[in-house]
Structure formats: structure tokens, C-alpha cells
């Protein structure tokens, strides 16, 4: 019989019984109703050699006029587009940094107070706004609307702006407050045209009303009850904003309504998360598909905005040689008629591409974990199971010339697991292959596990399971 294979990520401590079910470096796709399968699973990118700037992190990354701009470390770079980084100049700190320019001037938000925010202008000459002009107030993150560089005050629920077109001229009366509620504001974000203000709590949405004392305006409708958690996660894409809640929700906006989209097991993951409001998070997009990376220091979940799925993604850690909880890449830029991402934990920014099968030479470990199969209160057994994959992958030399699919199984709930069982994927052109397990006993219930960590293009498209 035909068997339901992995299609998302949903394993929730505690409940392990109800699902063990995970995506690590797969992602579903919906096929058309007279395919073979309906929801096959593809291979996430690998990732190919770009450039290394500096001494990283990578902690932000910005197109200035058509120019990549980098903050690695505590420098700021210029990389052209064969990946040659030019230093421009210290703006300190070691967080992730807020970039916005007016179309002649960067402004680089690199931690909160009134000295560690500059401006680079478009001949790249770096210059910090002058910590004793009383008429900049500090800036906890900034964006740009309309001439403007909006810039929110650090522990405080007020915003205010530069000079029309001047990111250097700052005026103390242009300020406002976000009054309908007393909460410190937490980032600002410009999406279509509105300045969304971010609260610890709740989050007000202001426009450009062109008024001679302050040009922008609350949108009295707007007012949405739910706060930021983590100002480094707000993200533009899809023609809507998402973010991570207060309540350590994931959430994208249906117009100004917070609409959830994370799942229970999510939620319970990033529950027990040592540190969530650090959370960073940026899209990037792949044959249609267009992927919210949210990561963690302890994991990275993906949301595809195409199938509402999410899954999730693991890196390597070449150094000591391990697999890690979390996907490397923290921040992503189209550019350059490339996909380039930078390494949370070193100067390289790299190229993601879908035909690149390693991190950088490193391995990528894919996983499939089954949602349970069971028959009620029947026992099953599992004479024969044959998993449906892309073969006739194999290389030509090296690693993956016969590369194998590793098979193991839990009858727990995902407690405890079996031995693997290899199984043969196919060496270059051997596209009948096909990967069988017999004799496998019997069970109330079992998660099945399909791990390949070989340098080739995978795909599952279905299960069948004979008794």
C-alpha cells in the first residue's frame, strides 16, 4: 500500500507518540493532480564560494546603488561582483546591524547609542553622526521611507527622522511617539510605504501624510495587538511582513492583522530556546518557492510560503568536524544576479544554488522522518517497504559514485531507533534503481527514517509498504 512519507517538520517534545515527523534539508512541493505523488520532498541549496570579507560574523549585508555593502566584524566592506571586499571603515559593536539608505547615503545602525551609528555616503566615505549633536537621539534601528531615515530611540516608544534627502541633519523636534500603548518600541520597518513601528507589545503602522509639522501619521485602524520578540526577525516578502511575536508566535500580516503561522511544535521548540529574542531571520527565493529562514542559536526553521509547510535546516561545523543544530547562513541579498549569503560565524558569503550539492565542500545531511504509520489497535508487518527516490544521481569520482540512502526505523514514538540499513542509490544514469527493505518485522506503530548525506541530488517521492 502507499504510505505517507515526510512532508513537514512536526516533532514536539513530549508528544513524541503523536509525531516524529521532520524535514532537515528538505522541503515539499506540491505537484499537479496527475503526478505521481502529490507532495514530493526536494534537496535544499548547497551553498558555492563567493567571497571572504574580514574576520566575521557577517552581520549584515545591504544593496547601496547597486553595490554589495558588508558588515563583518566590526569593519564595514564594499565587495564587487567577483568578490573582492574593499574596507571602509570601523563601525564597532558585534550584533547584527540595521542598514537603510537614501539612494546617495548608508546609514548603518550597529548598536544603540548615539556613537555607534554612521554614515557612508556614495562615494563610500564612512563618518559617524556626532555623538554630541543633541538632536540625534541614539538609535536602536533604522529604516527609510519617502526621503526619510526613520530611526527609533533606544528604551523608549518613540521614533524620529532625518532631513529630507540628509541623513547627517537631524532636527530634536522631529520626533513622535507610538502612544497607543506605553511599550518601548523594538524596531522599525518600512513595508509599501508605511512605517510599521514594532512594540514590545503591540505594533502601530504610520504613513506619509505630507503634514508641515511632522510628515507621518498614524493610520488610526492600524493599531495591531501584537509585539516583536525579535527585532533581527522582521522581514518583508510575498507582499506581507513576518515576524516573531512576543509570545514567541511566528506571524505574518493579513493587511493589519497578525495571522498565525507557526505550528504547536514550533512554538514549544522556541519555548525552550535559551535566548529567542536573538533570533535573526531573512527570505530567499528558489524556483518559486519562497523560504522563511528563522534561526536560533539552537535551530533554523523554514517556512515555504508557497505550500505553508515548514521544515528545517542544519549545518556543518568544519572545525570540529560536526553536524550543527542551526543552517550557517544569517543573512541573504539578491545581487549580482546571485543568491549570496553570510555565514554567521565567519567572513565568507556565499553563493546558494540548487546544483551545488555541499556547504563549501562540507557535507549536508538531509533527513526524512515519517510521520507514524499503525493500523488502530492491529499489529502490522512490514515485509517489504520500497522508497520511490531520484536515481541515477551518482558522481562520476569521488564520494557519492555509489551513493547510499540510510534506512532506520523506531517502533517508540522516536525514543529509540533501530540499526541503519543501507541501501544502494544508483551509480550516474541508473534511473530503475530502486531502494527496498525487506523483512522487517512487525509493529503497533513505527516512524520510519531516511538519512543521505552524499554529495547528490535527492528527492523523495513516495513510500509503498507491503504487509
Request: include cysteine; charge should be negative.
Amino acid at each position: 500500500m502507499r504510505v505517507p512519507f515526510a512532508r513537514n517538520s512536526y516533532k514536539r517534545e513530549g508528544v513524541e507518540h503523536l509525531s516524529a515527523q521532520r524535514l532537515v534539508n528538505y522541503f515539499a512541493e506540491a505537484s499537479p493532480p496527475d503526478a505521481k505523488a502529490q507532495i514530493p520532498v526536494i534537496g535544499t541549496p548547497g551553498q558555492k564560494t563567493f567571497a571572504d570579507i574580514g574576520t566575521g560574523p557577517i552581520r549584515g549585508m545591504h544593496d547601496f546603488a547597486g553595490t554589495l555593502c558588508v558588515v563583518s566584524g566590526a569593519d564595514i566592506f564594499t565587495v564587487d561582483s567577483a568578490g573582492t571586499g574593499t574596507n571602509r571603515g570601523t563601525v564597532g559593536g558585534s550584533a547584527d546591524v540595521f542598514m537603510a539608505d537614501n539612494g546617495t547615503q548608508l546609514v548603518i545602525q550597529a548598536e544603540t547609542g548615539a556613537t555607534d551609528t554612521y554614515v557612508m555616503t556614495a562615494v563610500f566615505a564612512l563618518t559617524a553622526i556626532n555623538p554630541n549633536d543633541t538632536d540625534f537621539h541614539g538609535a536602536s534601528s533604522v529604516a527609510f521611507t519617502g526621503g526619510y531615515i526613520i530611526a527609533t530611540t533606544p528604551s523608549a516608544d518613540t521614533f524620529f527622522i532625518s532631513a529630507l534627502n540628509d541623513a547627517t541633519a537631524w532636527d530634536a523636534t522631529d520626533i513622535a511617539t507610538a502612544e497607543s500603548d506605553p511599550d518601548n518600541l523594538v524596531a522599525c520597518f518600512v513595508d509599501h510605504g508605511e512605517v510599521w513601528l514594532f512594540g514590545e507589545t503591540t505594533t502601530e503602522v504610520w504613513y506619509n501624510s505630507g503634514d508641515s509639522d511632522f510628515p507621518f501619521t498614524r493610520i488610526s485602524t492600524a493599531v495591531v495587538q501584537r509585539g516583536c520578540l525579535a527585532k533581527h526577525s522582521i522581514v518583508a516578502e510575498d507582499n506581507t511582513i513576518f515576524w516573531l511575536g512576543d509570545d514567541k508566535i511566528v506571524y505574518k500580516a493579513a493587511g493589519y492583522v497578525p495571522q498565525r503561522i507557526s505550528t504547536h511544535a514550533i512554538e514549544s521548540a522556541i519555548a525552550g530556546f535559551a535566548s529567542p529574542a536573538t533570533a535573526t531571520a531573512f527570505f530567499h527565493t528558489q524556483e518559486g518557492h519562497k523560504f522563511y529562514v528563522l534561526s536560533f542559536d539552537e535551530a533554523t526553521f523554514v517556512y515555504d510560503a508557497s505550500t505553508q509547510l515548514w521544515h528545517e535546516r542544519e549545518g556543518y561545523d568544519t572545525a570540529n568536524n560536526r553536524f550543527l543544530p542551526r543552517w550557517r547562513p544569517a543573512h541573504s541579498l539578491k545581487i549580482y544576479g546571485k543568491t549570496l549569503v553570510g555565514d554567521f560565524a565567519s567572513g565568507k558569503i556565499n553563493e546558494l544554488d540548487i546544483n551545488t550539492f555541499t556547504d563549501l565542500g562540507d557535507p549536508i545531511r538531509r533527513i526524512a522522518t515519517a510521520p507514524p504509520l499503525h493500523a488502530g489497535t492491529k499489529r502490522v508487518f512490514a515485509n517489504r517497504l520500497q522508497i520511490e527516490i531520484e536515481s541515477g544521481t551518482g558522481l562520476t569520482s569521488g564520494q557519492g559514485v555509489a551513493p547510499q540512502a540510510m534506512l532506520d526505523w523506531s517502533d517508540d514514538g522516536g525514543h529509540t531507533w533501530s540499526n541503519e540499513h543501507w541501501a544502494n542509490m544508483g551509480a550516474k544514469g541508473k534511473y530503475r534503481k530502486r531502494l527496498i527493505w525487506r523483512r522487517m518485522g512487525w509493529f503497533w506503530q513505527r516512524v520510519y527514517r531516511l538519512t543521505i548525506s552524499d554529495p547528490v541530488k535527492s528527492a523523495i517521492i513516495a513510500a509503498n509498504l507491503n504487509d
